[in-house]
Each structure stands twice: as C-alpha cells, then as structure tokens.
C-alpha cells in the first residue's frame, strides 16, 4: 500500500513538473491552441481510427472462423498490430516533412523510410504465416499417412 502511494505520489509530481515546463515553455496563443490541437486529436481517433480498427478487427475474425485459420490468425494480427502503431508514429513525421516547423526533424526521406518499414513488417508477417501455415499442412499430412507418435 505504502510503494502504491509513493508511486502515485511520484506520477503527480512529474505531471504537474511537465505542466510547471509548458507552462514556462509556450507562449499564451500557443497555450490557446494546445486543447483545439488535444480536441482534434481526440476527433481524429473516435472519428477515423477507431472504426477502422474496428472494421480490420471484424474483418481478421471473420476470416478466423474459416477451417484452420484460428493457427495463423495471431501472425494477421500482429502484423496488423505492428503495422498501425508504426504508422501512428510515422503520421507527424510524414505530415510536417520539409516545412521548416521542427527543427529536431532531420533531413531525411522520411515516406520512403516508412515504406520501407512498413514492407519489412508486412515481409515478416507473410513469412510466420507461411511457417504456421506450412506446420499446419505438415501435422495434418503425418497424421492422416499414420505416422503420428514415432510409429
């Protein structure tokens, strides 16, 4: 109960020091438009990405239900998993390319670098799917040719 407390304690602290740092950071306007930027926000996901994933999920399981898919449904969705919170940390980046707004973000092609990215996850998911799927094919060949238990 007392490491609870302390944990909590330490939670508010640190809040209210990144509030203590905004504060003193930004200028009125600035702090003007932060909740508009916070709402829009919030818009954006209940608005946009929360029915696609929705919809992605509807459509992973009902793909699930068909014969023996229930084994390589975890690679769909880790891929799809991996795919969409790469992709939500790639959007500011992609957005504000070349502007001039932030001046941390390097000179990079950041799009293609995505892309890249996003090929690589989606290479290996297809790999484990096919290894699973491949595993799947090899048990139910050995079990209908007899050869179950190292007979």
Do not use: C
Not at 23 to 32: D, K, M
Not at 103 to 125: C, F, H, M, S
């Amino acid at each position: 109960m007392k490491a609870r407390a302390a944990l909590i304690a330490v939670g508010v602290g640190f809040g209210l020091w990144g509030v203590w740092l905004m504060l003193q950071a930004l200028e009125p306007p600035q702090l003007i438009r932060l909740p508009l930027w916070l709402g829009g926000a919030v818009l954006v996901d209940d608005a946009f990405l929360v029915p696609i994933t929705v919809a992605a999920g509807w459509l992973v399981t009902r793909w699930s239900i068909g014969p023996d898919h229930h084994r390589t449904v975890g690679a769909v969705r880790t891929t799809l998993l991996y795919v969409g919170i790469t992709t939500l940390i790639a959007i500011p980046l992609l957005l504000r390319q070349g502007k001039g707004a932030n001046p941390t973000v390097l000179p990079r092609n950041y799009l293609r670098d995505w892309l890249l990215l996003e090929a690589t996850i989606v290479a290996v998911g297809l790999v484990v799917f096919v290894v699973q799927r491949s595993r799947l094919t090899l048990s139910r060949s050995r079990a209908s040719s007899g050869d179950i238990g190292g007979r």
